[in-house]
Nanobody, 126 residues
């Protein structure tokens, strides 16, 4: 069982930056693909970014591709999502997730992920 705890959300003005963190409970979290999803009010949860266990492969949604960077520190069992140039449409609850295995387009799918955090709220004011 892997427990995931997100932090770093908050209220930020448009154009600002935030770094979200996701702490995993087990050392073996380094074997997992780690991903970020988000859910805005009234909308379905959507993929944001993911990174393979080794860090060799990263995946981004088109909506954040040029504004966000996912990274991980396996020694700290933590994955990060740096978001820059935030827009009001980035307002959502951001979830961290872990997948035993996925590759390519499969990592964009919620169904690929086995463990989820509780989420952290990001609110971007205009």
């Amino acid at each position: 069982q892997v427990q995931l705890v997100e932090s770093g959300g908050g209220l930020v003005q448009a154009g600002g930056s935030l770094r979200l963190s996701c702490a995993a409970s087990l050392r073996t979290s380094s074997y997992y693909v780690m991903g970020w999803f988000r859910q805005a009010p009234g909308k379905e949860r959507e993929f944001v970014a993911a990174m393979s266990g080794s860090g060799a492969h990263t995946y981004y949604s088109d909506s954040v591709n040029d504004r966000s960077t996912i990274s991980r520190d396996n020694a700290k069992n933590t994955v990060y999502l740096q978001m820059n140039g935030l827009k009001p449409e980035d307002t959502a609850v951001y979830y961290c997730a872990a997948a035993f295995y996925c590759t390519g387009y499969g990592c964009y799918q919620e169904s690929a992920y086995d463990y989820w955090g509780q989420g952290t709220q990001v609110t971007v004011s205009s």
